[in-house]
């Protein structure tokens, strides 16, 4: 992969963890403090606005792992790529897991914090873990895609046989999911964005990765494309439609530098809803509770939460560089 490629890959990470950041932020609409100020029309628009754009982090993370994963993927190497995915996800899966069970046990006996968490701590059971995903809600992106590494086999055996129709029956897949509905958190609603991804990295890898591809199209055709795209994005189909606007956004980037916070989008990604829920109640506490004071509440604790996370994981890296390369799947 070339050097622009992978540090323009480390950048689009790095905003989409802000928007899964901004996406959990927007919760506070569903919070029992602000359930009396739902009714300000125009204050809920705007919050749902900001949670639909936060959506658009989702299939993409998922479009993107599809495609690192089969990018050079054959028969000889997918074990190991497999193998090496399963490492690299389920350790920090149970960790994170199993660490903020604890956080929560230890503030839970604190006098006067655990009433304002409101949070009921769960049996240590399987199903709440790893299925509902109790303790870390987002931590459900991490299960459903050792499910989708763990397919991968099946997607490479259909990307080899049936080449003629591989694109074919990933339409299928999502059409399906349209009629019937698999459900959100499904691997099968996931699957067809996730070998997309695949399919443009099996066999269109020099497309995606040659620099300025969609700058060729003329700038009319270009605008046209990239504002049905957005309109679709945030008013039909989020999950089919946010990964290509997200990869013709960035085509169109020129050369840039990753800074060492950039790194940070795994370890944002796995802790960050233990800290919108602390600084949503300490915002809430300071500010009070007013549909403008939502909305700020809702911004403040996206950006504090997402800078907090950033800095955290850069002095995590510094002092224990082995601790975070285990729990942070070596990202």
């Known amino acids: 992969m070339r050097a622009e490629c992978s540090r323009k890959i480390t ?7 802000g928007l899964i950041v901004l996406l959990h932020s927007c919760d506070i609409i569903r919070t029992t403090e602000f359930s009396a100020v739902v009714e300000n029309g125009e204050i809920i628009l705007i919050c749902k606005m900001l949670e639909r754009l936060g959506k658009v982090a989702v299939p993409t993370f998922f479009a993107l792992s599809g495609y690192l994963f089969f990018r050079d993927c054959n028969y000889q190497n997918i074990r190991r790529k497999i193998t090496s995915r399963m490492k690299s996800l389920v350790i920090p899966f149970c960790f994170w897991n199993i660490f903020f069970y604890c956080v929560y046990i230890a503030l839970n006996n604190v006098p006067g914090i655990g009433s304002r968490i409101n949070f009921e701590i769960p049996r240590f059971w399987v199903k709440a873990f790893i299925i509902n995903n109790v303790v870390n809600p987002p931590m459900w992106f991490l299960s459903r895609l050792i499910v989708l590494h763990i397919s991968a086999l099946i997607g490479l055996f259909l990307f080899k046989k049936i080449r003629s129709y591989n694109l074919s029956w990933i339409i299928a897949l999502m059409t399906v999911d ?10 099968l609603h996931w699957g067809g964005v996730y070998y997309l991804g695949g399919y443009m990295a099996y066999f269109y890898s020099d497309v995606v990765e040659n620099k300025g591809v969609f700058g060729r199209i003329p700038t009319v055709i270009r605008g046209i494309l990239l504002g049905g795209l957005a309109i679709a994005t945030l008013f039909l189909w989020e999950w089919i439609f946010a990964p290509l606007l997200v990869w013709l956004v960035m085509d169109m980037l020129k050369d840039f530098s990753v800074k060492p916070i950039m790194k940070a989008s795994f370890f944002i990604m796995c802790t960050h809803y233990f800290g919108v829920r602390v600084v949503r109640k300490v915002l809430t506490i300071l500010l009070g509770i007013s549909p403008q004071v939502m909305l700020l509440n809702l911004l403040l604790t996206a950006a504090v939460v997402f800078l907090l996370a950033s800095i955290v994981d850069m002095l995590f890296r510094k002092w224990m560089p082995n601790l975070h390369t285990l729990v942070c799947g070596g990202r």
Do not use: H, K
Not at 11 to 17: A, H, I, M, P, T
Not at 178 to 187: A, E, N, R, T, V
């Open 178 to 187: 349209l009629i019937i509905g698999f459900g959100y958190q499904s691997p």
């Open 11 to 17: 950048f689009l990470n790095y905003v989409l963890s």
